[in-house]
């Protein structure tokens, strides 16, 4: 398995330009999620999604669009890009397992955005 | 805003020493996660302790959770500079809902 997968590892945007950063997990996992990594934050929360077709907001949501038309990719589409998007993005997807208890979560290596 | 809060920021200790970490959170959890994070690399994750859990052991780490002061604990023992990295904890709540980080404390081991 490759595990969970990233595309770009690094992107330069100009404000006001789009762009989907991509995500893919061969995990079979029902549950993807985005985070956005800023130094001395630790992680927050973007977009997630519990399955095929259906995404939710996280804490931090204002700016980004997701879908979830497949079981497999989760991507992220930033909408027009602002120097506050200036980040480093991380996929995550976890199989829920039993119960309702959130389990464990797999990273890709995560994207290097900078909005200048 | 942020649940999971992780004491020291940073800490520093020489090869072979032990190294304790604290998590502290705010609202009731199902579960607690520990993640490494090495420098310009994504996270890995260490260990999942859940809500009905004391102290978990995985090789060289050792996890506690109180729940009833809402914190828990990771201990790494015997520490290598390849443990250098920054450890977060996470918070799960309800599935498919929020899994909140801390800021997380940046170990060095020094050799």
């Known amino acids: 398995n490759a595990g969970v997968t990233q595309t770009p590892k690094f992107q330069v945007l100009k404000t006001g330009q789009s762009m989907t950063l991509q995500c893919a997990q061969d995990?079979?996992?029902?549950?993807m999620s985005w985070y956005r990594q800023d130094p001395g934050m630790g992680l927050r929360l973007i977009h997630y999604?519990?399955?095929?077709?259906?995404?939710d907001q996280g804490e931090v949501p204002n700016g980004y669009n997701v879908s979830r038309s497949t079981t497999e990719d989760f991507p992220l589409r930033l909408l027009s890009a602002a120097p506050s998007q200036t980040s480093v993005y991380f996929c995550?997807?976890?199989?829920?397992?039993?119960?309702?208890?959130?389990?464990?979560?797999?990273f890709g290596p995560g994207t290097r955005l900078t909005v200048l | 805003s942020q649940q999971g809060e992780e004491d020291p920021q940073a800490l520093s200790i020489q090869e072979g020493e032990n190294a304790t970490m604290n998590c502290s959170y705010k609202?009731?959890?199902?579960?607690l996660q520990w993640y490494r994070q090495n420098s310009g690399r994504g996270l890995v994750h260490l260990i999942l302790?859940?809500?009905?859990?004391r102290e978990k052991h995985s090789g060289r780490l050792r996890v506690t959770l109180d729940t009833s002061k809402k914190s828990s604990s990771l201990l790494i023992t015997a520490s290598r500079a390849a443990d250098t990295a920054s450890y977060f904890c996470?918070?799960?709540?309800?599935?498919?809902?929020?899994?909140?980080f801390g800021p997380g404390t940046r170990l060095s081991v020094l050799p």
């Open positions: 302790i859940r809500s009905n859990e």
């Open positions: 609202t009731s959890i199902n579960n």
């Open positions: 999604s519990v399955g095929a077709g259906i995404t």
């Open positions: 995550a997807s976890s199989y829920p397992g039993l119960g309702t208890s959130t389990d464990t979560q797999y």
């Open positions: 996470a918070t799960g709540s309800n599935y498919g809902q929020n899994i909140v």
């Open positions: 995990m079979n996992h029902e549950y």
